[in-house]
Nanobody
Framework: QVQLVESGGGSVQAGGSLRLSCTISENIDRKYPRAWFRQAPGKEREGVAVIDTDGSTNYANSVKGRFTISQDNAENTLYLQMNSLKSEDTAMYYC????????????????????WGQGTQVTVSS
């Protein structure tokens, strides 16, 4: 059974930082793309950042320069370091993956991913 478990969310003031973690069960190979998405109330789920099969990364324009995606291969854990947080970053954050390599420009499409975590809430107050 595939499991993704997010943690690290919370409440923070604007300008602050948080680091999200996503522990991925061992039966999902590290070669598959892994991404962070977020969804604010009343809005569609949007791609935040991705690590593709070759380790390359991509980010939503709204978070470039502020967020960093990384992974610890030994622990099979995905991270999202979020700095200079803004009120518009408030959302439920999800990690996602699938069992197909190379996602490329399709990384922002939620339908490309098969497995999702339950989400962790991030609230940024101004």
């Amino acid at each position: 059974q595939v499991q993704l478990v997010e943690s690290g969310g919370g409440s923070v003031q604007a300008g602050g930082s948080l680091r999200l973690s996503c522990t991925i069960s061992e039966n999902i190979d590290r070669k598959y793309p892994r991404a962070w998405f977020r969804q604010a109330p009343g809005k569609e789920r949007e791609g935040v950042a991705v690590i593709d099969t070759d380790g390359s990364t991509n980010y939503a324009n709204s978070v470039k320069g502020r967020f960093t995606i990384s992974q610890d291969n030994a622990e099979n854990t995905l991270y999202l370091q979020m700095n200079s947080l803004k009120s518009e970053d408030t959302a439920m954050y999800y990690c996602a993956t699938r069992r197909r390599v190379w996602i490329g420009s399709r990384w922002t499409s939620a339908s490309e991913y098969t497995y999702w975590g339950q989400g962790t809430q991030v609230t940024v107050s101004s």
